[in-house]
């Protein structure tokens, strides 16, 4: 199986633009690949690194890549057939014991994110509760914990999503966020983007702005991409 | 042993992290009153510190490996692997862990039946120095499972490490021989545990 390593932005051509201003109201933007972004009308889009778009060249172009994600890729086992017949498991367990390889993980999520103002990190049980704290603590936000239902003791809300087979519920407790703040969504991978959408769909409904939703693997075939509402996506590896 | 009593006393960090921890009474039933760490992650300050406690006294101890029990325990552990250069190693629930024929089980008591704890064979080599991560420790059932899958594959356990954990009776601070050390006790309610 062909793994090819990546860094590429949301499909929004408006990241590489540094638009500072906000738009005005009922503005829409052309999608990279078709449909809308209609951003909300207070809203000014991230100033994304403080260099422009051309001395980065990972953002700007998805031919370059940081020398760390090759690292980090090959850290990342392939399981075949689990959890069952035809499915191949991207196993990160093995690059949490490449001291290196997850220390540049942090890092590249870090780098990204630092300085944007976002101030909760929100991480998916249990594999985002690995990357999401480290990233929070050093960008000065707070962790959130996403989790299966019964787990979180104090009042929570839920969200039903669909698994291929059935369904599952995610639970947020309704007082760790309030409504303006800025969010991040981690999880180690995204693949449906069930999940990932379940996740947006809380935080969005006590009014915190989800700003990107952030993985270290994407499996694109399944298109998870497109059912994440519009919000971006940022990964480090995509594997088909 | 408390932080608190091994070189910590007074240390103003101690107290931010008791008060910002909740108690949740009577969940997930009635009588038992939970720590609840969800707020600590949410009091940026008191959470780094969290971390930076443990990474103080892990950093020059010659650890390689940190493992964390399942699921609260990976909210502190890798933090504190990634700066104390160490691997983290989750311990899990079962059949999270892919590769049937690469991961090893121990179940251990609950207070009504059992439960069981897996790790990947070959995440830890024999003779790595360890330490085991999880927020709270009670009877110490599940930190007794995690010392005894990484003592199968040879590795050191030298210290299990919890954000909180009750006062223990009898002077039985071990686990299994191993030593545990502790942040904070948990909260009280009304003068009720």
């Not at chain 1, 260099?51 to 086992?77: C, G, K, L, V, Y």
């Not at chain 2, 024999?126 to 999880?134: A, L, M, Q, S, T």
Request: some cysteine; proline content about 7%.
């Amino acid at each position: 199986m062909l793994q090819r390593a990546l860094i590429f932005s949301s499909s929004n051509p408006i990241c590489s633009q540094l638009s500072t201003t906000a738009p005005p109201d009922n503005t829409v933007f052309p999608k990279r690949n078709g449909g809308w972004i209609i951003p909300f009308s207070s809203y000014q889009l991230p100033a994304f690194p403080s260099d422009s778009a051309a001395n980065r060249p990972n953002m700007a172009s998805q031919d370059e890549q940081d020398p760390r994600i090759s690292n980090i890729s090959s850290a990342i086992r392939v399981i075949p057939d689990f959890p069952k017949p035809g499915i191949i498991f991207q196993d990160i367990t093995t690059l949490l014991l490449d001291t290196k390889a997850f220390r540049d993980t942090i890092d590249l999520f870090v780098e990204r994110y630092r300085g944007k103002d976002i101030s909760v990190v929100a991480g998916i049980e249990a594999r985002g509760f690995i990357f999401g704290p480290p990233i929070a603590l050093a960008i000065g936000a707070k962790f959130v914990p996403m989790r299966k239902p019964n787990k979180l003791p104090g009042e929570v809300l839920s969200e039903e999503y669909s698994l291929e087979y059935g369904k599952d519920t995610m639970e947020m407790h309704v007082d760790a966020v309030k409504a303006g703040e800025r969010a991040l969504i981690i999880d180690d991978l995204v693949a449906t983007g069930g999940t990932l959408s379940a996740a947006i769909s809380l935080l969005e409904r006590v009014g915190v702005h989800v700003v990107e939703c952030a993985c270290v693997i994407e499996l694109p075939e399944l298109k998870g991409r497109e059912r994440l509402g519009g919000k971006p996506l940022f990964v480090l590896v995509s594997s088909t | 042993m408390f932080a608190a009593e091994n070189g910590l006393k007074g240390d103003p960090r101690l107290q931010a992290i008791s008060d910002a921890i909740r108690v949740v009474p009577h969940f997930p039933k009635p009588g038992i009153m939970f720590q609840d760490i969800t707020t600590l992650l949410l009091d940026h300050k008191a959470f780094k510190d969290t971390v930076d406690i443990f990474v103080d006294r892990y950093r020059d101890m010659d650890i390689s490996v940190v493992a964390g029990v399942e699921a609260r325990g990976f909210m502190f552990g890798p933090s504190i692997a990634l700066a104390i250069g160490a691997k983290f190693v989750p311990l899990r629930k079962p059949r999270k862990l892919p590769g049937t024929s690469e991961v090893i089980a121990e179940t251990y008591d609950l207070e009504y039946g059992s439960d069981c704890l897996e790790m990947h064979v070959g995440a830890v080599q024999p003779g790595e120095r360890v330490i085991v991560i999880d927020d709270l420790v009670a009877t110490g059932g599940t930190l007794s499972a995690a010392i005894r899958l990484l003592e199968r594959v040879g590795a050191q356990v030298v210290e299990c490490a919890c954000v909180i954990g009750l006062r223990e009776v009898k002077g039985q601070r071990r686990l299994n021989g191993k030593p545990l050390y502790i942040l904070v006790e948990p909260r009280e309610i009304d003068g009720c545990y």
